[in-house]
């Protein structure tokens, strides 16, 4: 999840870019499976975060197009 929302010192990819990782990796880093229920429910994600981003965030604008 660091890669969506960045940890510490480091900026979160672009929701795309972090998609398509997930979407390349699956099946060799990752379960399947999982990413499939994650990609599933990832617009309800970005919909939550969205709702509660400080309104000068740029999260408050990402949108994604899994």
Excluded: C, T
């Excluded at 099946?27 to 994650?38: I, Q, R, S, Y």
């Amino acid at each position: 999840m660091a890669r969506f929302y960045g940890a510490g010192d480091k900026r979160a990819w672009p929701i795309e870019d972090a998609v398509n990782f997930l979407k390349e990796q699956s099946g060799k880093h990752f379960d399947p499976n999982l990413v499939a229920h994650f990609l599933a429910i990832l617009p309800e994600v970005l919909a939550i975060r969205q709702r509660y981003a400080d309104e000068d965030s740029e999260d408050a604008a990402l949108s994604v197009h899994a």
